[in-house]
């Protein structure tokens, strides 16, 4: 089955960290491109932070030096871990997976909330 599980969302205080986890099943999970996008209330969905399979990683410039993504092929899993959280960071995250055809699986979705 593909899919991808993802975990850690939740309401954190300005200033507070997450960590999001995704689990990837029914893909060659070593060659795909992961990442995480997020959209907040009233934007359009943004790449937050991706990873090749070979450990190369890009980021939004509204994230640089608070987020880092990872990812453990062995296990199957990229997390995002999120540090010196602000408002602006709340939104929906989604995990996606992209494989070497350029297709793509997305997680469900999961709700960060930061508050003030």
């Known amino acids: 089955q593909v899919q991808l599980v993802e975990s850690g969302g939740g309401l954190v205080q300005a200033g507070g960290s997450l960590r999001l986890s995704c689990a990837a099943s029914g893909i060659i999970f070593s060659t795909n491109i992961m990442a995480w996008y997020r959209q907040a209330p009233g934007k359009q969905r943004e790449l937050v932070a991706a990873?090749?399979?070979?450990?190369?990683?890009n980021y939004a410039e509204s994230v640089k030096g608070r987020f880092t993504i990872s990812r453990d092929n062995a296990m199957n899993t990229v997390s995002l871990q999120m540090n010196n959280l602000n408002p602006e960071d709340t939104a929906i995250y989604y995990c996606?997976?992209?494989?070497?055809?350029?297709?793509?699986?997305w997680g469900q979705g999961t709700q960060v909330t930061v508050s003030s």
């Open positions: 996606n997976a992209k494989n070497l055809f350029g297709r793509s699986v």
């Open positions: 990873v090749s399979g070979d450990g190369n990683t």
